[in-house]
């Protein structure tokens, strides 16, 4: 491979301009080219064509990000937290319902829950948003018997598409 004297600062790149890239693994021919469009194909980057629906979306951490998908929605929010729900006992066929701030949530948002463990046989739980800035739990107990109140972590996600 020629040697590279003197590396010019570019001021802008095309999508079918080409880059040198010198390949180390065993056996290779050293220098090979590819295009900046070939080189960043499927990394999500400003101005790109992405396809989420097959694609893991790590460390997304901007509150402000703008996502598009195929059917014309944006997600142009996610507020998510963790926290804890307690419960009291419930009586047979009785409900209870408890709820948590989510910062920013509206009626309107999606929302994504999960809790970090199994609830007992019999007890349902469902959650919504069901205020502004407020996440509700309610739980059912099911069961012929009284069944013993208890603390439950959740996880709540808000998205909002436009």
């Known amino acids: 491979m020629a040697e590279i004297t ?15 890239v010198y390949d180390v693994s065993v056996g290779a021919g050293n220098s090979k080219k590819v295009t900046r469009q070939k080189l960043l194909e499927g990394v999500a980057r400003n101005g790109g064509n ?9 460390n997304l951490t901007t509150q402000n990000a703008s996502i598009g998908f195929t059917d014309g929605a944006t ?39 999960a809790m970090n463990g199994i609830l007992p046989d019999g007890i349902f739980c469902q959650a919504w948003i069901s205020a502004a800035d ?8 099911s069961t012929g018997s009284l069944v013993a109140g208890a603390t439950y972590g959740v996880r709540v996600t808000a998205m909002r598409f436009a």
């Open 6 to 20: 003197e590396l010019v600062e570019l001021t802008s790149i095309a999508e079918d301009d080409e880059l040198v």
């Open 50 to 58: 992405h396809n989420f629906g097959t694609s893991e979306i790590a």
């Open 75 to 113: 997600l142009t929010k996610v507020l998510h937290l963790a926290s804890i729900v307690t419960v009291g006992d419930l009586m047979s066929e009785t409900g209870e319902t408890q709820t948590v701030t989510l910062t920013g949530a509206l009626t309107t948002d999606q929302l994504a829950w």
């Open 134 to 141: 407020t996440v509700s739990f309610r739980f059912y107990n």
